[in-house]
Protein backbone atom coordinates (compact mmCIF):
# COMPACT_ATOMS: atom_id res chain seq x y z
CA UNK A 1 0.00 0.00 0.00
CA UNK A 2 1.35 3.41 -0.66
CA UNK A 3 1.76 6.41 1.96
CA UNK A 4 -0.20 8.19 -0.03
CA UNK A 5 -3.43 5.44 0.12
CA UNK A 6 -2.14 4.46 3.76
CA UNK A 7 -2.89 8.72 5.06
CA UNK A 8 -6.19 8.75 2.32
CA UNK A 9 -7.67 5.70 4.75
CA UNK A 10 -7.16 7.65 7.70
CA UNK A 11 -8.93 11.62 6.41
CA UNK A 12 -11.34 10.25 4.57
CA UNK A 13 -13.96 8.99 7.19
CA UNK A 14 -13.09 11.99 9.19
CA UNK A 15 -14.21 14.26 6.41
CA UNK A 16 -17.38 12.47 5.51
CA UNK A 17 -18.75 13.03 8.97
CA UNK A 18 -17.55 16.55 8.87
CA UNK A 19 -19.20 17.25 5.61
CA UNK A 20 -22.38 15.53 6.85
CA UNK A 21 -22.05 17.84 10.40
CA UNK A 22 -21.66 20.96 8.37
CA UNK A 23 -24.49 20.06 5.93
CA UNK A 24 -27.10 19.82 8.51
CA UNK A 25 -26.14 23.06 10.40
CA UNK A 26 -25.60 25.47 7.43
CA UNK A 27 -28.18 23.70 4.83
CA UNK A 28 -31.11 22.31 7.61
CA UNK A 29 -31.90 19.94 4.95
CA UNK A 30 -36.02 19.14 4.63
CA UNK A 31 -36.33 16.89 1.84
CA UNK A 32 -35.65 12.91 2.93
CA UNK A 33 -36.16 11.99 -0.48
CA UNK A 34 -32.35 12.59 -1.67
CA UNK A 35 -31.20 11.08 2.03
CA UNK A 36 -33.06 8.03 1.56
CA UNK A 37 -31.09 7.69 -1.79
CA UNK A 38 -27.87 8.09 -0.19
CA UNK A 39 -28.75 5.90 2.16
CA UNK A 40 -30.45 3.20 0.02
CA UNK A 41 -26.87 3.33 -2.34
CA UNK A 42 -24.54 2.58 0.83
CA UNK A 43 -25.95 0.07 1.74
CA UNK A 44 -26.07 -2.15 -1.27
CA UNK A 45 -22.10 -0.78 -1.79
CA UNK A 46 -21.50 -1.63 1.38
CA UNK A 47 -23.19 -5.22 1.06
CA UNK A 48 -21.74 -5.37 -1.88
CA UNK A 49 -18.07 -4.85 -0.73
CA UNK A 50 -18.45 -7.21 1.88
CA UNK A 51 -19.76 -10.21 -0.14
CA UNK A 52 -17.37 -9.77 -2.93
CA UNK A 53 -14.27 -9.18 -0.82
CA UNK A 54 -14.39 -9.84 2.72
CA UNK A 55 -16.69 -13.18 2.62
CA UNK A 56 -14.16 -14.76 -0.04
CA UNK A 57 -11.24 -14.02 2.34
CA UNK A 58 -12.52 -15.50 5.95
CA UNK A 59 -13.56 -18.45 3.58
CA UNK A 60 -10.17 -18.93 1.92
CA UNK A 61 -8.40 -19.97 4.18
CA UNK A 62 -10.69 -21.28 7.20
CA UNK A 63 -13.20 -24.85 6.31
CA UNK A 64 -15.72 -25.36 8.43
CA UNK A 65 -18.06 -23.58 10.49
CA UNK A 66 -15.50 -21.31 12.62
CA UNK A 67 -15.53 -18.62 9.66
CA UNK A 68 -19.77 -18.55 9.84
CA UNK A 69 -20.40 -18.93 13.95
CA UNK A 70 -18.33 -15.27 13.94
CA UNK A 71 -20.10 -13.78 11.45
CA UNK A 72 -23.10 -14.90 13.89
CA UNK A 73 -21.48 -13.45 16.24
CA UNK A 74 -20.75 -9.89 15.01
CA UNK A 75 -24.88 -9.83 13.95
CA UNK A 76 -25.56 -10.50 17.09
CA UNK A 77 -23.26 -7.90 18.51
CA UNK A 78 -24.66 -5.58 16.16
CA UNK A 79 -28.14 -6.14 17.49
CA UNK A 80 -26.74 -5.60 20.97
CA UNK A 81 -25.26 -2.22 19.98
CA UNK A 82 -28.55 -1.35 18.54
CA UNK A 83 -30.24 -1.51 21.90
CA UNK A 84 -28.07 1.46 23.08
CA UNK A 85 -27.45 3.26 19.67
CA UNK A 86 -31.18 3.32 18.57
CA UNK A 87 -30.26 2.11 15.36
CA UNK A 88 -27.97 5.15 13.89
CA UNK A 89 -25.30 2.96 12.41
CA UNK A 90 -28.48 2.68 9.68
CA UNK A 91 -29.29 5.81 8.98
CA UNK A 92 -32.71 5.97 12.24
CA UNK A 93 -32.54 7.59 16.01
CA UNK A 94 -35.74 6.06 17.06
CA UNK A 95 -35.92 7.43 20.38
CA UNK A 96 -37.31 10.83 21.14
CA UNK A 97 -35.26 13.60 22.11
CA UNK A 98 -35.38 16.06 24.94
CA UNK A 99 -32.61 15.83 27.38
CA UNK A 100 -29.84 17.81 26.91
CA UNK A 101 -27.00 15.65 28.51
CA UNK A 102 -24.27 13.92 26.73
CA UNK A 103 -25.35 10.92 25.02
CA UNK A 104 -22.58 8.28 26.04
CA UNK A 105 -24.42 5.11 25.81
CA UNK A 106 -25.10 6.78 22.06
CA UNK A 107 -21.37 7.58 21.86
CA UNK A 108 -19.64 4.12 22.96
CA UNK A 109 -21.82 1.68 21.04
CA UNK A 110 -21.04 3.70 18.20
CA UNK A 111 -17.68 4.12 18.94
CA UNK A 112 -17.33 0.46 19.23
CA UNK A 113 -19.22 -0.39 15.71
CA UNK A 114 -16.67 2.71 14.02
CA UNK A 115 -13.42 1.38 15.54
CA UNK A 116 -14.50 -2.20 14.28
CA UNK A 117 -15.76 -1.01 11.06
CA UNK A 118 -12.21 0.46 10.42
CA UNK A 119 -9.98 -2.56 11.32
CA UNK A 120 -10.63 -4.43 7.64
CA UNK A 121 -9.73 -1.12 5.61
CA UNK A 122 -6.11 -1.33 5.24
CA UNK A 123 -6.63 -4.89 3.52
CA UNK A 124 -8.98 -4.08 1.68
CA UNK A 125 -8.58 -0.36 0.31
CA UNK A 126 -11.80 -0.06 -1.71
CA UNK A 127 -14.07 -0.50 1.70
CA UNK A 128 -12.72 2.70 2.49
CA UNK A 129 -15.49 4.25 -0.33
CA UNK A 130 -18.28 2.55 1.23
CA UNK A 131 -17.31 3.51 5.04
CA UNK A 132 -16.98 6.95 3.83
CA UNK A 133 -20.88 6.52 1.53
CA UNK A 134 -21.85 4.80 4.50
CA UNK A 135 -20.41 7.77 7.43
CA UNK A 136 -21.78 10.56 5.85
CA UNK A 137 -25.49 10.00 5.78
CA UNK A 138 -24.99 8.59 9.58
CA UNK A 139 -23.61 11.91 10.29
CA UNK A 140 -26.46 13.81 9.05
CA UNK A 141 -28.79 11.62 10.84
CA UNK A 142 -27.19 12.42 14.33
CA UNK A 143 -26.46 16.26 13.67
CA UNK A 144 -29.87 15.99 12.70
CA UNK A 145 -31.27 14.11 16.20
CA UNK A 146 -28.45 16.59 18.17
CA UNK A 147 -30.24 20.36 16.16
CA UNK A 148 -33.74 18.83 17.09
CA UNK A 149 -32.59 17.87 20.83
CA UNK A 150 -31.11 21.44 21.52
CA UNK A 151 -28.18 19.77 23.00
CA UNK A 152 -25.38 21.85 23.91
CA UNK A 153 -23.67 23.00 20.70
CA UNK A 154 -20.35 22.23 22.43
CA UNK A 155 -21.24 18.89 23.73
CA UNK A 156 -22.81 18.21 20.13
CA UNK A 157 -19.38 19.33 18.63
CA UNK A 158 -17.14 17.23 20.59
CA UNK A 159 -19.24 14.24 20.37
CA UNK A 160 -18.98 14.35 15.82
CA UNK A 161 -15.12 15.25 16.36
CA UNK A 162 -14.95 12.42 18.42
CA UNK A 163 -16.89 10.43 16.53
CA UNK A 164 -15.31 10.65 13.19
CA UNK A 165 -11.68 9.68 14.79
CA UNK A 166 -13.05 6.28 15.48
CA UNK A 167 -13.44 4.71 12.30
CA UNK A 168 -9.12 6.04 11.87
CA UNK A 169 -8.15 4.41 15.42
CA UNK A 170 -10.01 1.36 14.03
CA UNK A 171 -7.46 1.16 11.42
CA UNK A 172 -4.34 2.45 13.17
CA UNK A 173 -5.18 -0.49 15.54
CA UNK A 174 -5.21 -2.89 12.80
CA UNK A 175 -1.74 -1.69 11.44
CA UNK A 176 0.24 -1.16 14.41
CA UNK A 177 -1.44 -3.85 17.14
CA UNK A 178 -0.08 -7.64 16.64
CA UNK A 179 -3.04 -9.08 18.73
CA UNK A 180 -5.35 -7.56 15.41
CA UNK A 181 -3.12 -9.43 13.25
CA UNK A 182 -3.05 -12.72 15.22
CA UNK A 183 -6.84 -12.91 15.54
CA UNK A 184 -7.54 -11.36 11.95
CA UNK A 185 -10.23 -13.95 10.97
CA UNK A 186 -12.23 -14.07 13.72
CA UNK A 187 -12.16 -10.22 14.17
CA UNK A 188 -12.87 -9.94 10.08
CA UNK A 189 -15.70 -12.52 10.18
CA UNK A 190 -17.00 -10.46 13.03
CA UNK A 191 -16.93 -7.19 11.19
CA UNK A 192 -18.60 -9.23 8.11
CA UNK A 193 -21.25 -9.95 10.62
CA UNK A 194 -21.74 -6.56 11.39
CA UNK A 195 -21.50 -5.65 8.05
CA UNK A 196 -24.36 -7.55 6.94
CA UNK A 197 -26.53 -6.84 9.21
CA UNK A 198 -26.84 -2.78 8.85
CA UNK A 199 -26.57 -3.07 5.00
CA UNK A 200 -29.30 -5.65 5.23
CA UNK A 201 -31.14 -3.27 7.44
CA UNK A 202 -30.83 -0.24 5.43
CA UNK A 203 -31.86 -2.36 2.24
CA UNK A 204 -35.23 -3.60 4.03
CA UNK A 205 -36.40 -0.29 5.67
CA UNK A 206 -35.36 2.64 2.34
CA UNK A 207 -37.90 0.06 0.90
CA UNK A 208 -41.33 1.78 2.44
CA UNK A 209 -43.29 -0.53 3.39
CA UNK A 210 -42.38 -2.80 0.69
CA UNK A 211 -43.52 -0.86 -2.04
CA UNK A 212 -41.55 -0.86 -5.79
CA UNK A 213 -39.81 2.36 -6.35
CA UNK A 214 -37.74 1.98 -9.64
CA UNK A 215 -35.96 5.21 -8.35
CA UNK A 216 -34.41 3.47 -5.15
CA UNK A 217 -34.07 0.55 -7.40
CA UNK A 218 -31.69 1.64 -9.78
CA UNK A 219 -29.42 3.69 -6.97
CA UNK A 220 -29.36 -0.18 -5.20
CA UNK A 221 -28.12 -1.80 -8.73
CA UNK A 222 -25.54 1.51 -9.14
CA UNK A 223 -24.39 0.89 -5.67
CA UNK A 224 -23.91 -2.99 -6.19
CA UNK A 225 -21.98 -2.37 -9.62
CA UNK A 226 -19.99 0.27 -8.37
CA UNK A 227 -18.70 -2.15 -5.64
CA UNK A 228 -18.20 -4.78 -8.21
CA UNK A 229 -16.34 -2.28 -10.19
CA UNK A 230 -13.72 -0.96 -7.60
Not at 42 to 63: C, K, N, Q, R, Y
Not at 138 to 155: G, M, P, R, Y
Request: proline share 4%.
Amino acid sequence: MSHSTHIINYILPVIAVIAGFLFVLFMRPQKEKIFKLLLAFSGAFLLSITVFELVPEVFEDHSGKTPGIFIMCGIFLQIFLEFFSKGAEHGHIHHSPGHKSFPWMLFISLSIHSVLEGIPIYHHNTLIYGIVIHKLPIAIVLTTFFVNSNIDKWKMMAFMILFAFMTPLGTFLSTNLHLIEEFYMPINALIIGIFLHISTIILFESAEGHKFNITKLVVIIAGILTAYVL
